[in-house]
């Protein structure tokens, strides 16, 4: 079994450019698909990126994500912040058939 | 348009039984690869279990041998049946499909005290 870490918060102003990442603790980051999930206090989790770098329709091309395999880690940017942004964001992967999640990054738009 | 409709979450004391339903429209429950996750409160998300289209199904260590997930092929649901509950599977219960993308539920709120 593996583990993804992310940091617990992050924040960044307006307009900004602000990445978070997500380590795996064993195993290739690039064996398995990353996903990424937004939520919004009060609110479902909603994907913003899946298969590591794919948006689902609807999520603006200011969203991206990425691997690094020499830091065996997923990235996930968004640039162009708008304080809408400001939420928890889960970035997820698979271990055989069960999915691991990483403990959340809370982004503050300030 | 797809839609996932949770029911079923409640109050229920410690050793009891409840049974979650998720109600889809818009595409067919059987077809797809379906997931049960779950956040208590104030925590992150937590995976619970998943059907695939084939009938196979996998469940998270913290709750395998007490929940069962299954579907009704015409009604389109996704159930999981959870059976000797524990003060620590008070969370929101969220349904997903998965097809590259995810989409999710809005969540149904168990909680299991006495």
């Known amino acids: 079994n593996f583990m993804l870490t992310q940091p617990h918060s992050v924040s960044e102003s307006p307009g900004k450019t602000v990445t978070i990442s997500c380590t795996r603790s064993?195993?290739?980051?690039?064996?398995?698909?990353v996903q990424w999930y937004q939520q919004r206090p009060g609110s479902s989790p909603t994907t913003v990126i899946y298969e590591d770098n794919q948006r689902p329709s609807g999520v603006p091309d200011r969203f991206s994500g990425s691997i690094d395999s020499s830091s065996n880690s997923a990235s996930l940017t968004i640039s162009g912040l708008k304080t809408e942004d400001e939420a928890d964001y889960y970035c997820?992967?698979?271990?055989?058939?069960?999915?691991?999640f990483g403990g959340g990054t809370k982004l503050t738009v300030l | 348009e797809v839609q996932l409709v949770e029911s079923g979450g409640g109050l229920v004391q410690p050793g009891g039984s409840l049974r979650l339903s998720c109600a889809a429209s818009g595409f067919t429950v059987s077809s797809n690869y379906m997931s049960w996750v779950r956040q208590a409160p104030g925590k992150g998300l937590e995976w619970v279990s998943v059907i695939y289209s084939g009938g196979s199904t996998y469940y998270a260590d913290s709750v395998k041998g007490r929940f069962t997930i299954s579907r009704h092929n015409s009604k389109n649901t996704l159930y999981l049946q959870m059976n000797s509950l524990r003060a620590e599977d008070t969370a929101v219960y969220y349904c997903a499909r998965v097809y590259g993308a995810t989409d999710w539920g809005q969540g149904t709120l168990v909680t299991v005290s006495s």
């Open positions: 064993s195993g290739s980051i690039a064996s398995n698909y």
């Open positions: 997820q992967s698979y271990d055989s058939s069960n999915w691991v």
